[in-house]
Every structure is written in structure tokens, then in C-alpha cells.
């Protein structure tokens, strides 16, 4: 069984910076891809980045490009998402989750087999 736990969610300044992390276990993770998505408050669940973990290949929505980076640490089983410039609409709960099988585009929540619990991140103004 897989499991994802999120951390390093906060409230920061817009503009300030806040680095996410995705630690998993239950799996050696190989040609598997992981991804990041968030959700604010009244709004539908958005992607934000993926990688794919054994060539660290990226993918980002068009709002992350220049300001978020996503990263892995094969060592620790670990996923990244550095987020810089930070605004207040990057307001949202933020989740970790991976696709076991990964087949064409990574934004689809529906392809992801497993998912964390989520973190808070508040930009304020």
C-alpha cells in the first residue's frame, strides 16, 4: 500500500517562497510519474506539476511555469515543489499523488492511483 504524506504547507506574503514536500513509502518507485494538484475554495481541483520519477522528465500548468519547481529525491522517496513569486491565488490545499501506470498527459486527477492527505498553503496580500 501506498502512502503519500504532504508537509511544509503554510501562510506566507505574497511574493515569499514555500517549498512542499511528498514523502512516500509502501513502493520503490520507478516508471511511475507523481504529481502535484491544488484546490481552492470554491473552485474544481487543478493540476500544478508532475515528473516522471526514473528520467525526472517535468510538465507544469501554464500559471506554475518560471515560478514553481518540481523535483524528486530518489534516495529519500521524496517529492518536491518549490514555490516561488508566490501570489494570492496560489491560495489552495496543495496534495501529492501517484500514477502507477502512467499513459499520455499527467493532468487527469483521474489517472493517479494514490493521494495524500494535502497541505494549506495561504498567500496573503
Known amino acids: 500500500q501506498v502512502q503519500l504524506v504532504e508537509s511544509g504547507g503554510g501562510l506566507v506574503q505574497a511574493g515569499g517562497s514555500l517549498r512542499l514536500s511528498c514523502a512516500a513509502s509502501?513502493?520503490?518507485?520507478?516508471?511511475?510519474?507523481m504529481g502535484w494538484f491544488r484546490e481552492a475554495p470554491g473552485k474544481e481541483q487543478e493540476f500544478v506539476a508532475a515528473?516522471?520519477?526514473?528520467?525526472?522528465?517535468?510538465y507544469y500548468t501554464n500559471s506554475a511555469k518560471g515560478r514553481f519547481t518540481i523535483s524528486r529525491d530518489n534516495a529519500k522517496n521524496t517529492m518536491y515543489l518549490q514555490m516561488d513569486s508566490l501570489k494570492p491565488e496560489d491560495t489552495a490545499v496543495y496534495s501529492c499523488?501517484?500514477?502507477?501506470?502512467?499513459?499520455?498527459?499527467?493532468?487527469?486527477?483521474?489517472?493517479?492511483?494514490?493521494w495524500g492527505q494535502g497541505t494549506q498553503v495561504t498567500v496573503s496580500s
Open positions: 509502501g513502493r520503490t518507485f520507478t516508471n511511475d510519474r
Open positions: 515528473i516522471r520519477w526514473n528520467s525526472g522528465s517535468t
Open positions: 499523488a501517484a500514477d502507477l501506470l502512467p499513459v499520455g498527459t499527467p493532468t487527469q486527477s483521474s489517472d493517479y492511483d494514490y
